[in-house]
Every structure is written in C-alpha cells, then in structure tokens.
Antibody
Framework: QVQLVQSGAEVKKPGASVKVSCKTSGYTFSNYGVNWVRQAPGQGLEWMGWISAYNGNTNYAKKIKGRVTMTTDTSTSTAYMELRSLTSDDTAVYYC??????????WGQGTLVTVSS | QSALTQPPSASGSPGQSVTISCTGTSSDVGSYNYVSWYQQHPGKAPKLMIYEVTKRPSGVPDRFSGSKSGNTASLTVSGLQTEDEADYFCSSYAGSDKHVFGTGTEVTVL
C-alpha cells in the first residue's frame, strides 16, 4: 500500500533552518508529484509548494518563496522540504502529500516544527 | 493567492444532510475542474474525500458528493453519521502547478 513516512518533530531557534523528509513506498515514485502543506496550531491548511518526482521541477507559494527548497532523492524515493530563516510564524505541523492538479490522495503523518527561543 | 472562503461551521442531526460551500475566483475554482475536499479529525492528517469536483476515491462512502457552479464548489454529506464530525477543507488548482486551500469548516453532528 502507498505510504508516506515523515521525519520526527523538530525544535528550532528563530533564524535557523529545518529540513523535513518524506520517505515514500508502495508506488512508482517518479510517477507522482509531492506537495508540502502546513498547518499552524488551530489554523487551516496552507499549500507550500510542489515538486515533480519525475524531473525535479518545483513551484512554491509566493509567501515563502526564497526561504524554501524542495528536493527529491529518487534512489530512496524520498522527498525533502527545507525552510530557512525560521520565525515563530513557521511553527506548524508540516505534511507531505502525493498528488497533482486533481488532489492529494495520500498524506504523511505530519511533522511538528516548533520555532522558539 | 487568497484562501478560498468556507463557512466556519455547519451542523446537522444524524441522518440529515449538510452542505459546505467553497468560494474562490475565476483564477482558481472557476477555471479548473480540479476542486478537492479533505476531512480532518483532530490530531490526524487530512483525508481525501472528493477529487476533480465530483469523484470519490475508493473507500469513501457515497454519502459524500461534490459539485461546482461558477466560482463556488460544494460538498454535501448525506445521512450524517457521528464519525462525519470533523473539519473539512476544500482545495483548488490555481494554475502553474499551484494550489490554494479553503479556510475550513467544522462540521458538528448534533
């Protein structure tokens, strides 16, 4: 079955960077894109960006463009999301989700990133 | 890209129906038949309930249905059950490999 398993919770200081991994299995990695979505405490879902697992093309939300980099490692079927210059506003649960224009059909379990001095 | 607009809350008694609206613009909901709906229980990851406006993934009960008219999409849950109590989010493709989510609706089963 399709699985997306994310790395564990992180605590970072303001100004630091965080890199979250999303290891996939159960499907052909290069056939689907991977999206990253975050959810601040008690808030809604925010789409962060997308990466093609086929050719590495990316597209990022305007709000975080310049601070985020999404990459993939096709040898391990793993996607990564790095966010830099963290502030308290970046405290959230970060999800990876498989999918494309039609929707996101499989999600990781989420990774809590806490930014605190 | 602004979030799609959803009502903050909706409710119904068991067996009744509830409909949630999701209003976007001609740049997202109005331009593409790529509206999806997600159910999220507290502390859990979202679950895809409807994709491409009207389609249900395997395993999703047919009590869940989707539609769209102009810049507004809707999710209807018929025959409400206690396990349907959750937050629901819509999402739309917005072109150029970008997506936007709705503000979210908390559904309560009375």
């Amino acid at each position: 079955q399709v699985q997306l398993v994310q790395s564990g919770a992180e605590v970072k200081k303001p100004g630091a960077s965080v890199k979250v991994s999303c290891k996939t299995s159960g499907y052909t990695f290069s056939n689907y894109g991977v999206n990253w979505v975050r959810q601040a405490p008690g808030q809604g879902l925010e789409w962060m960006g997308w990466i093609s697992a086929y050719n590495g093309n990316t597209n990022y939300a305007k709000k975080i463009k310049g601070r985020v980099t999404m990459t993939t490692d096709t040898s391990t079927s793993t996607a990564y999301m790095e966010l830099r210059s963290l502030t308290s506003d970046d405290t959230a649960v970060y999800y990876c989700a498989r999918g494309g224009p039609g929707g996101f059909d499989n999600w990781g379990q989420g990774t809590l990133v806490t930014v605190s001095s | 890209q602004s979030a799609l607009t959803q009502p903050p809350s909706a409710s119904g008694s068991p067996g009744q129906s509830v409909t949630i609206s999701c209003t976007g613009t001609s740049s997202d909901v109005g331009s593409y038949n790529y509206v999806s709906w997600y159910q999220q229980h507290p502390g859990k990851a979202p679950k895809l309930m409807i994709y491409e406006v009207t389609k249900r993934p395997s395993g999703v009960p047919d009590r869940f249905s989707g539609s769209k008219s102009g810049n507004t999409a809707s999710l209807t849950v018929s025959g409400l059950q206690t396990e349907d109590e959750a937050d629901y989010f819509c999402s739309s493709y917005a072109g150029s490999d970008k997506h936007v989510f709705g503000t979210g609706t908390e559904v309560t089963v009375l």
